[in-house]
């Protein structure tokens, strides 16, 4: 899935607010963040818009992890498999944002 929208001018404020949240460890793995051992912590647009800060769109990720996921996660889509334990509130805040008529971004990943 190509990455669409422009980073807003308060992302470094809202990845660094991701981090924090996390623990500056990844949501995936569970690896802390550490550089020097190749696990630098990134935040990931799941939707793939840039300009999508919702919490649910933007997990902590270190960069393996990050990397291992770009490309393959679609919101939109049913998986028909229950999803790995990491996802699951980041599809469930998805899915609410449906319900609440918060789906401008969301809707954008069908185009």
Not at 20 to 36: I, N, Q, S, T, Y
Request: proline letters at 5%; charged letters at 25%.
């Amino acid at each position: 899935m190509k990455g669409t929208g422009e980073y807003t001018d308060d992302w470094p404020d809202i990845a660094r607010q991701r981090k924090e949240e996390a623990g500056w460890k990844c949501v995936r793995c569970g690896h802390l963040h550490d550089p020097e051992h190749g696990y630098t912590l990134t935040v990931h647009h799941l939707d793939g818009d840039k300009s999508n800060n919702a919490w649910w769109n933007t997990p902590a990720l270190c960069q393996r992890c990050h990397l291992a996921i770009q490309g393959k996660v679609f919101m939109p889509q049913f998986y028909m498999f229950e999803h790995s334990g990491w996802i699951k509130p980041y599809v469930e805040g998805y899915y609410a944002s449906l319900k609440q008529g918060d789906n401008e971004h969301a809707c954008q990943a069908y185009q």
